[in-house]
């Protein structure tokens, strides 16, 4: 329906089953006007292009972007949140708004005001000696590394392979994975200001009082922490936040791996986990499959879908053929496995341990030594989804824009070589069957457990190809989701859509979101589970 200039979803009945609320056209208008007094008209967006374009995504989005508010300060987020909660407007924040993969900037259900934090853009503490700093939500990677690099630091950051204009706060909310010195973006992080649903402002820290010297820095607060509260919820908006930075690694050593069978790729997961736990390896080693670096070296689609729906797959050798200078080829899996230490004697003793643990379990061995480096992002990284889009311009690496169809489908699986493979083998299957090349790596997340990151990607202008994608995603997370293999992040469409909890979690987090949420106006849905809550 069109009410009062700006496009307002129906409320169906999926959503109403979701406990989505319609938003009124009048109201929306009086709270825009509250938004323009308090930030000013240039920061409220209430439609045209950008809209449109904010309202674009991976996939076909299940929520709706209706105006965009732009805040620069603590006191605006406030200010624009009380107008929200008094008016009963929904709104979604995001920080960059890079989610990509995952639902971009589009909200998980319903119709809400984006509120994008991208002008809080500054570092607002740096310390070299205690190792820290403290960032606001716009703050992007590209942005830390250049910074770090201006000073001349010693320190550096926990890097992705995502877009290097994503934002730190803003991926380390959705636990972002990490090729820096350790997989998991999230570790030594905290000490957040948070703005609540009402406008009322809260830290996770000691930093609460005013003359605590060591908010930054404390592990824990005296009392409880709530810090977990605010990662993969809606439980606030996150408008500060400090990231303990790592030395720059002075002896680094990478082990390439390549493994020929399956076989070997099981012995070489253990072998890599106990080296792990023994404290041999960084918590951060990365196994790719064969399509997966097919894919990263320059091939072509090799899977396609034929007139009645069945997936046609170019063979091994010919698909082999399209990389005839690609040396490995017939490897199924490369395990890439990290080892730092604070000087090269160290260095080359523990690459000596890894070296007599893993060489004879894999078939192909490669060593490197690097000194002084540090983890940064890799912008070319993002170009990996456009390879199968031919009229890409390759102008503007903008995903949503660019119409590239991309799920991540993430789950987390025990360090248990049989699991492992079992999850492995239901993946490929289910990606080849759905017509889609099984792009697979595989993240130590911990010594105990890994993450899978599987991609499915298409072409959102073929037709029917988006359907595709989904049911893909659902063939594949439906059965994993029941045998327990939840994802560590979850794509806005299935966020309502993850098993029934067995205990009371749905009405604890009810309870919960209701206390700090009466009106229900912060990213509804987001990770709430309110399919599960008992009313
Ligand atoms: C090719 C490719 C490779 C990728 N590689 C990686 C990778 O290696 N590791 C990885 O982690 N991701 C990866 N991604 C996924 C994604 O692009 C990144 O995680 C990206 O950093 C997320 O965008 P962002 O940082 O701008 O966060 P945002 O989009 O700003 O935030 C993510 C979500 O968190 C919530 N949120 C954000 N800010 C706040 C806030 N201040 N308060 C409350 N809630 C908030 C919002 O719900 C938002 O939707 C990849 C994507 C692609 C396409």
Aim: proline share 7%; aromatic share 8%.
């Amino acid at each position: 329906m069109d009410d009062g200039g700006m496009k307002i979803l129906n409320t169906g009945p999926t959503e109403m089953a979701l406990r989505t609320q319609a938003v009124d056209g009048a109201t929306l208008q009086t709270a825009l006007a509250r938004w323009r007094e308090a930030l000013g008209p240039a920061h409220v967006v209430a439609d045209g292009d950008e809209v449109a374009a904010a309202n674009q995504a991976t996939f076909a989005p299940t929520g709706q972007v209706l105006a965009i508010i732009r805040p620069s300060t603590t006191e605006e987020v406030q200010a624009c949140m009380r107008a929200a909660h008094e008016l009963r407007i929904p709104v979604y924040p995001v920080s960059r708004g890079r989610n990509w993969g995952y639902g971009s900037r589009t909200p998980v259900q319903g119709a809400a005001v984006l509120m994008e934090l991208r002008r809080m853009d500054r570092v607002l503490e740096f310390d070299e000696d205690l190792a820290y700093i403290r960032v606001q939500p716009g703050v992007t990677f590209q942005q830390l590394a250049e910074f770090l690099d201006a000073q001349g630091s010693a320190l550096q950051i926990h890097a992705t392979a995502g877009p290097a204009d994503g934002s730190m706060v803003g991926n380390t909310l959705e636990r972002g994975q990490s090729h820096g010195p350790s997989t998991s973006a999230g570790r030594g992080v905290g000490d957040f200001e948070v703005v609540l649903a009402d406008g009322r402002v809260v830290n996770t820290s000691s930093r609460r009082f005013p003359s605590a010297p060591h908010g930054a820095v404390e592990p824990f607060p005296a009392g409880p922490d709530v810090t977990g509260m605010f990662f993969e919820s809606n439980a606030g908006i996150v408008t500060a936040m400090t990231v303990w930075l790592t030395r720059r690694w002075k002896d680094m050593r990478v082990l390439r791996l390549g493994l020929k069978d399956q076989d070997a790729f099981r012995r070489t997961l253990a072998g890599v986990r106990d080296l792990m736990q023994d404290g041999v390896l960084l918590p951060r080693s990365v196994l790719f499959n064969n399509e997966y670096r097919l894919r990263n070296a320059g091939a072509k689609p090799w899977v396609h879908v034929d007139e009645n729906g069945e997936s046609l797959i170019l063979p091994g050798g010919e698909r082999a053929r399209m990389l005839p200078m690609w040396v490995g080829r017939d490897l199924a899996w490369a395990c890439n496995v990290t080892l730092c230490a604070p000087d090269p004697a160290i260095g080359e003793r523990l690459q000596q341990i890894a070296r007599e643990a893993l060489a004879p379990l894999a078939d192909v061995v490669f060593e490197a030594t690097l000194s002084g480096v540090a983890s940064r992002p890799s912008p070319e990284y993002e170009w990996f989804p456009l390879w199968n889009k031919p009229t890409s311009s390759r102008d503007a690496p903008d995903l949503d824009h660019e119409r590239v169809g991309y799920i991540f489908v993430a789950p987390v699986v025990p360090a248990d070589p049989v699991q492992v493979q079992h999850v492995y083998d239901t993946m490929c299957r289910t990606m080849l069957e759905h017509g889609f090349e099984p792009f697979i790596n595989l993240r130590f997340w911990e010594p105990r457990s890994l993450v899978f990151v599987g991609s499915i990607v298409w072409d959102r202008d073929d037709a029917g190809a988006d359907e595709r994608g989904l049911r893909c995603f659902d063939a594949l997370m439906g059965p994993l989701g029941e045998e327990g293999y939840l994802p560590y992040r979850i794509p806005t469409f299935h966020m309502q859509r993850l098993p029934r909890p067995a205990d009371d979690w749905g009405g604890f987090w009810r309870d919960v979101k209701r206390a700090l949420d009466p009106h229900d106006v912060l990213s509804p849905g987001r990770y709430d589970f309110r399919y599960a809550w008992p009313d």
